[in-house]
């Protein structure tokens, strides 16, 4: 006889939400087709089904389950493995970013009390790494190498290669812990996101449908897979059945010659990346004509590149936009609908998501007033790791505050004027830098911009530009940059000072670290009189 338990553990299983089921199910309706591929290597979706159910039940064998397991690794299909594997044995991955100094990477283990790690054999090999591994007491898988693993280590191609694993019934799911994902640490400090198989379900499913992904697509994978922009992208191909092509880092030549090969059909990079791609000498030779969609994020597209893209490259263009706490997409710019507006427009949420502007006293504002973008949707995190009072304010009055600042405008399109924190306010007036790099991207001698606030005895903020020029050895001077910004400008926009630099200080996302340069040049209008 069915008790009222065996039912809800039944119910409960077979509507289980739970990301160890995202490449099984793909599987289960094409297990031939190629899911990934990675230079000259293909893996169809049953094989990496298998592998990723082989490897999850060889942690299980070594007592690993409900516990929380770190990846350490560049992009591969072992690495995406390896993410499934986690999901399927019931823990919960933590995506290390392989960029970071060993000190950060301390932190993040540490912190998020990981009791595993997957590591490239070649990051195995750098002392100061092994011997935190070793240090923590890390279970620990070493990816590739040209040898067998140390003797207190396991080598992921034996787990992956054992005899045939019976499919994993992963415990939980659905609100479950998932993943604990770092911020990219633009103001200098890592927190840890929290995320639930059901926020992480949400974002794939509106990502799949955001960006029409389907059976027939090929996405090209650039970005690391610790970030959460490429994870979604990834995640959310392959739960639509679609093959994605993985790289390890960008490579102008090798990703057009991917385009050509491959059929490319989704293509998502920086701005920068695009950039690079549309002055290739290769590209006008390459026929890009299987490319249905361009997206790119993390950065402002100049209003002039995406024109550009749009005419000789691909005619439908997106931004999609997200944070680490609300996981990507949840706005969607499509350049092809409103080519007029500028590079700082987000256009509208994504199916699911709900999306407002609120002044500091929690009301919401209408068309054409300035303040906090927040959001409501299943694909909100759980919280910060260790941090309630952080998590209590992101989540004032019912909604996620992104600490983003912008406005709907008279189409209901989202402009994204600037991040709080960034927005300087100068002699009464507020100074969108979001605002002022557009109009530095748009001269042709610039290659990157950044606008800060620094402390002024007068205006109480200053705006001070830093700039990377296109040619390091360029003509252009400040008195050109800052006669092009009066043009385009109100006088209490334009930059107080200009000052060229060689790089501007970055995450290895690709973010500009404002802090850096804020607290690197503080006193930079501190001998100015009144």
């Not at 499919?167 to 994902?181: C, E, F, Q, S, Y």
């Not at 600490?403 to 007036?429: H, P, V």
């Amino acid at each position: 006889m069915q008790t009222a338990d065996t039912a809800d553990i039944e119910r409960t299983g077979i509507a289980r939400i739970s990301l160890a089921d995202i490449v099984r199910r793909s599987a289960r309706r094409n297990p031939d087709k190629t899911a990934v591929i990675q230079g000259d290597r293909r893996i169809g979706f049953a094989a990496l089904d298998a592998a990723s159910e082989r490897v999850g039940e060889a942690l299980r064998d070594q007592g690993h389950t409900q516990r929380r397991i770190a990846t350490m690794c560049v992009n591969s299909i072992e690495h995406l493995t390896a993410i499934q594997a986690i999901h399927k044995s019931g823990n919960v991955w933590v995506p290390v970013n392989v960029q970071l100094d060993a000190a950060s990477i301390e932190h993040v283990l540490s912190h998020a009390e990981v009791s595993g790690v997957f590591i490239d054999a070649a990051l195995f090999g750098v002392p100061p790494l092994r011997e935190l591994v070793e240090r923590l007491g890390l279970l620990t898988v070493v990816i590739g190498g040209a040898h067998p693993a140390a003797a207190d280590t396991l080598a992921f191609d034996a787990l992956a290669s054992r005899p045939p694993a019976q499919p994993l019934a992963a415990p939980g799911g659905d609100d479950d812990l998932a993943l604990i994902m770092y911020t990219s640490g633009t103001t200098g400090k890592q927190k840890g996101v929290m995320h639930s198989h059901r926020s992480i379900h949400g974002a794939l499913l509106s990502c799949a449908q955001s960006f029409e992904a389907t059976e027939r697509d090929v996405a090209g994978s650039v970005l690391p897979l610790f970030h959460c922009a490429q994870h979604t992208i990834s995640m959310g191909a392959l739960m639509a059945g679609a093959t994605i092509w993985l790289a390890n880092g960008f490579d102008p030549v090798a990703m057009l010659a991917a385009v050509e090969r491959e059929r490319i059909t989704w293509l998502s990079c920086l701005p920068m990346m695009f950039d690079a791609l549309m002055k290739h000498p290769q590209r006008p030779k390459t026929d890009l004509s299987s490319l249905r969609l361009c997206m790119y994020g993390l950065a402002p597209m100049p209003k002039n590149l995406l024109a550009d893209i749009r005419r000789e490259m691909c005619a439908d263009v997106r931004l999609g936009t997200g944070q680490t706490e609300m996981y990507p997409p949840t706005m969607v710019y499509r350049a092809s609908e409103h080519p007029d507006k500028d590079g700082n427009c987000w256009g509208v949420s994504v199916a699911g998501v709900e999306t407002a502007v609120m002044d500091d006293d929690g009301r919401l504002l209408g068309p054409g007033e300035v303040g906090e973008i927040v959001h409501r949707g299943p694909n909100v995190f759980l919280g910060y790791l260790k941090d309630p009072e952080a998590t209590a304010a992101a989540r004032r009055f019912g909604w996620h505050h992104t600490g983003d600042i912008g406005m709907f405008d008279a189409d209901g399109q989202m402009l994204f004027l600037d991040r709080k924190k960034d927005m300087i306010k100068s002699g009464g007036e507020n100074v969108s830098s979001i605002k002022l790099e557009a109009v530095l991207l748009a001269h042709p001698a610039v290659g990157a911009a950044a606008v800060v606030g620094l402390p002024h005895p007068h205006w109480g903020e200053a705006v001070a530009a830093f700039v990377v020029l296109r040619q390091a050895d360029g003509a252009c001077g400040e008195n050109e940059l800052l006669a092009f910004c009066k043009e385009r400008l109100g006088r209490f926009e334009v930059p107080k000072s200009i000052r060229f630099v060689s790089a501007l200080p970055m995450t290895p996302t690709g973010k500009v670290q404002k802090f850096q340069l804020r607290n690197g040049h503080l006193a930079l209008f501190a001998a100015e009189e009144r």
